[in-house]
């Protein structure tokens, strides 16, 4: 079992920053690949970005491309969102997720998930 617990969200004016935490305990957090989701009220949960277990891969949405940066601290079993530039449409719950095996497309797709954390609110103001 691995747990997963995401901080930092909040209330941030557009063109502001925010940084995200995700820390994970239970199973070798050092083996698998991480990855950020978010889903808005109303649309579905969208992949966001995603890093692999050595931290030297990550995977971004075009649309956050340029404006977040996923890294991950194996040593503190932590991985990290940090999202700058935001806008109104960044507005979401994000949540943290990993599974075992993770590679390429599968980072895209909900269902390579095996653990999810609870979610933490990130508001935008125009």
């Known amino acids: 079992q691995v747990q997963l617990v995401e901080s930092g969200g909040g209330l941030v004016q557009a063109g502001g920053s925010l940084r995200l935490s995700c820390a994970a305990s239970?199973?070798?957090?050092?083996?698998?690949?991480m990855a950020w989701w978010r889903q808005a009220p109303g649309k579905e949960r969208e992949f966001v970005a995603g890093?692999?277990?050595?931290?030297?891969?990550?995977y971004y949405a075009d649309s956050v491309k340029g404006r977040f940066t996923i890294s991950r601290d194996n040593a503190k079993n932590t991985v990290y969102l940090q999202m700058n530039s935001l806008k109104p449409h960044d507005t979401a719950v994000y949540y943290c997720?990993?599974?075992?095996?993770?590679?390429?497309?599968?980072?895209?797709?909900?269902?390579?998930?095996?653990?999810w954390g609870q979610g933490t609110q990130v508001t935008v103001s125009s």
């Open positions: 890093i692999s277990w050595s931290g030297r891969t990550t």
């Open positions: 997720a990993t599974g075992g095996g993770l590679s390429g497309a599968g980072y895209h797709l909900g269902s390579s998930y095996d653990y």
């Open positions: 239970g199973r070798t957090f050092s083996v698998d690949g």
